[in-house]
């Protein structure tokens, strides 16, 4: 049983226990604390495919699922749902190497993890008991998540997100969503008063006892869940694979990434990689005008106290990075109760503050630079005009972090691309083709005619689907909400036998 909680509750549990939960008891998220033990490397360069990887990392994390299980969930979610053989390609344009994760059915990287989640979330439940997924967003994991549990048996999936705080073009994504268990409410407020909501719902005792009466239970899909954490560790693997395969990398050298940052599960992601023996200098985070990750890692200091930007990479806009909670754990050494006391701190004051060594042994593996909206319009306008490459919004502030912080880097460099560019049509066209105008949809297609960059087909039609009418809340009305729909879940499985 590998998991424990990052705030010291040593009742370990086993993988399906912890990705049934979401988050532990007292709290904090789960970690393996032996998961540097789990050296990858030479296995998954001998890997075939990247179904075959994903069952290499999925086999070393989830240990008691059994090898039957993980290849059912692996074919499930990577055998026909993505547009691209080798899920997750890494494009060379000119000097750059950019790991492109869009190519699933919501054109985002939540695909990655949205796509297997729900196949090992079913496995985890018994027979009879019922689960409510509850997704905070603020923009992709919405869809992506509606997407992948979609009429999953005994699920049923609602996402939150900020109302007037996501794309046009996600928000259209998760209203046209089918399935008879999905449903979508948009907050009054921003994704951190989402998150934080869904986390007190995920701990509420009173609630989770009401909801064991009936053999149903609540837990998330947000990256505060290992089970959706765990799959985005192979596309790191992979990257480093095709860079072999195509000679421009030798096997064993070192290599960075740089990773466009919000809730900080992607580049954690990453450090699994690397802890688990991926060659990696360091990691790029970069963040938008929300910069506290940012600033954190510069100064030791965690401070979310200032104004909350909405910006043209929504995504982003977080002030509250949940998995800084899980690199504070295996940084400091496995320390839950400094981990505890930090985290009591950002919850009472807002701000916490680190050591200064456990600053430089954070600094050892991460460096940090953030962009704003002009810097992250020129750099969508630079990478297009120098490279014709057409990225968007979120990808952009990787490709100026990565930029501003060059002589900080050694050695090749792969960005991750983590959105088409199609979900954020109006950012991009401002940056290469200000004289288009029209609503999102029209400015979609305008863009795919003069870059001659295809739209996506889940795009492309979005505007032509029915669309629902979000339910819409307060954050202090979800908890009341979300006991409603995890019983209406069992009665509605019961009556039509999902």
């Known amino acids: 049983m590998p998991y424990i909680s990052t705030r010291g509750d040593h009742n370990a549990v086993n993988a399906k226990t912890a990705i049934k939960r979401g988050t532990a008891p007292d709290g904090g998220l789960y970690v393996d604390p032996n998961i540097s033990q789990h050296q990858l490397f030479a296995p998954m360069m001998a890997a075939t495919s990247y179904q075959a990887m994903a069952r290499i ?123 008879l268990n999905t449903t979508v409410a948009a907050i009054q407020g921003n994704f951190d008063d989402a998150q934080t909501a869904v986390k ?21 899909a947000n990256s505060i869940n290992v089970g959706r954490l765990i799959p985005q560790v192979v596309y790191y693997f992979a990257a480093y694979r095709q860079l072999v395969d195509r000679d421009a990398i030798r096997a064993g050298e ?48 965690y401070d979310r106290n200032r104004p909350f930007l909405k910006t ?36 009472r004051d807002g701000a916490y503050t680190v050591s200064p060594e456990l600053l430089a042994s954070l600094q050892n593996d991460f460096v940090a630079a953030s962009a704003d909206d002009e810097a992250v319009e020129d750099a969508i306008r630079d990478a297009y005009q120098q490279h014709g490459y057409l990225m968007d919004p979120h ?28 979900k954020f049509p109006r950012a991009v066209a401002a940056a290469v083709a200000p004289e288009l105008h029209g609503d999102d949809f029209d400015l979609m297609r305008q863009l795919a005619a003069k870059t001659g960059v295809p739209n996506p087909n889940n795009l492309g039609h979005l505007d032509r689907l029915p669309a629902r009418v979000p339910v819409r809340l307060t954050p202090d009305a979800m908890p009341a909400f979300v006991e409603q729909q995890a019983l209406q879940n069992k009665h509605q499985s019961q009556e039509v036998g999902l």
């Not at 869009?102 to 985002?108: Q, Y």
């Not at 007190?200 to 998330?220: E, F, G, M």
């Not at 998995?323 to 930090?342: C, F, H, M």
């Open 395 to 422: 990808t952009a502030a990787g490709y100026a972090a990565q930029q501003s912080l060059a002589g900080n880097l050694s050695g090749v460099t792969v960005l991750l691309s983590t959105a088409s560019p199609y």
């Open 254 to 301: 070192l290599i960075n990434f740089t990773v466009p940052t919000g809730n900080f599960g992607d580049v954690l992601a990453g450090y699994y990689a690397k802890m688990m023996g991926l060659p990696v200098a360091k990691f790029v985070v970069a963040t938008n005008a929300n910069s506290v990750v940012a600033d954190f890692l510069q100064t030791g200091r």
């Open 312 to 347: 043209v990479a929504p995504s982003m806009d977080i002030q509250v990075s949940s998995n800084l909670e899980r690199l504070l754990y295996y940084k400091s050494g496995g320390d839950t109760d400094l981990v505890t006391r930090l985290m009591a701190n950002l919850d």
């Open 200 to 220: 007190q719902i995920l701990n509420d005792r009173q609630l989770a006892a009401t909801l064991r009466q009936s053999d149903s239970s609540v837990t998330a």
């Open 57 to 179: 990392v999925l086999a070393a994390l989830l240990p008691d699922y059994t090898a039957d299980e993980l290849s059912a969930a692996v074919s499930a979610a990577y055998s026909n749902t993505f547009d691209d053989p080798a899920i997750t390609p890494v494009r060379d344009v000119d000097d750059l190497h950019i790991l492109e994760l869009f190519h699933g059915p919501t054109s985002a990287f939540k695909d990655i993890g949205l796509q297997l989640l729900p196949h090992i979330m079913a496995q985890a439940l018994n027979p009879q008991e019922d689960v409510l997924v509850l997704a905070a967003t603020s923009g992709d994991t919405g869809k992506a998540a509606l997407a992948g549990f979609q009429d999953v048996p005994h699920t049923r999936i609602t996402t939150f997100y900020p109302d007037g705080g996501v794309s046009p073009i996600q928000e259209r994504q998760m209203l046209t969503a089918g399935g």
